[in-house]
């Protein structure tokens, strides 16, 4: 899962790491090697996950004879992230992706939220979007000229940028393939998690097997947004949501 921050990833990770095929890390549910450590090499990456014996093991037990299990973490960044997908390509050739997108004015808000509830951010959300762009400045540049070099604002200050999706599914598409992108959306997977479920299942070639229930979690309390500032923002993402709906072949729900 790579993406992207504030859509409800905790949420359908969560409800994947129940079927009986799919390995969770065993410690965090983001190892964080593709974007922040990449420096410490595969075998750190790899130690992250149960070995595969314990995994089939998992499987017996379920019934699951025959089926290979799947190893996934879910980290928020690697879609946003300049060098991520790059470095993924090249390490785990035939890996699938999964990106959930969620209203992008919403998540902007969201993660804003979630940056000051971290300490990572001191400024209104407002005055943070205003500052975006400086805050910003050449920080794409320095990702990609310095492997070890880590960008705090493009990490936790990129409130606008990481909600335009369409550049990021873009690239991943170009990398990946269609076929190996699953992309789906938090308010069709809140609404109704049982065809999201096993949409992303079949895309997985596993079993239509179900967790005791879906549950909506990570959520924060937070003050309304103005309806002025909601107002710009939708008209901010409208071309990038345009360009969305146009590369899936189908309009994201909070444009339909």
């Known amino acids: 899962m790579v993406g992207t921050q504030r859509g409800g990833t905790t949420s359908l990770f969560r409800a994947l790491a129940e079927h009986p095929a799919l390995v969770q890390p065993n410690f965090h549910k983001g190892v964080h090697y593709f974007d922040v450590e990449?420096?410490?090499?595969m075998a750190w990456y790899q130690g992250h996950f149960p070995r595969r014996a314990a995994a089939r093991k998992r499987l017996e037990a379920a019934?699951?004879?025959?089926?290979?299990?799947?190893a996934f973490e879910s980290a928020g960044y690697y879609m946003h992230h300049p060098a991520a997908p790059r470095r993924i390509a090249a390490d785990l050739p035939g890996v699938k992706l999964l990106a959930t997108l969620r209203d992008p004015v919403e998540r902007a808000y969201s993660a804003h939220r979630h940056e000051l509830m971290r300490g990572?951010?001191?400024?209104?959300?407002?005055?943070?979007l205003e500052l975006e762009p400086e805050r910003l400045k050449g920080e794409v540049e320095k990702i990609e000229a310095d492997p070890a070099y880590l960008s705090h604002a493009?990490?936790?200050?990129a409130y606008l940028d990481r909600s335009q999706y369409v550049d990021q599914i873009e690239v991943l598409f170009e990398l990946f393939g269609r076929d190996r992108v699953i992309v789906v959306f938090a308010e069709d997977f809140f609404a109704t998690p049982e065809p999201v479920y096993d949409r992303i299942l079949d895309r997985l070639d596993l079993p239509r097997v179900h967790p005791a229930g879906f549950e909506q979690t990570n959520a924060r309390l937070r003050s309304p947004m103005p309806d002025a500032l909601r107002a710009r923002l939708d008209e901010h993402f409208r071309p990038y949501d345009e360009r969305l709906a146009d590369l899936l072949g189908e309009v994201p729900p909070w444009r339909r």
């Open 154 to 157: 493009h990490r936790h200050h």
């Open 38 to 41: 990449y420096r410490r090499g």
């Open 120 to 128: 990572f951010e001191t400024e209104e959300f407002e005055r943070a």
């Open 63 to 70: 019934g699951l004879d025959g089926v290979e299990p799947i």
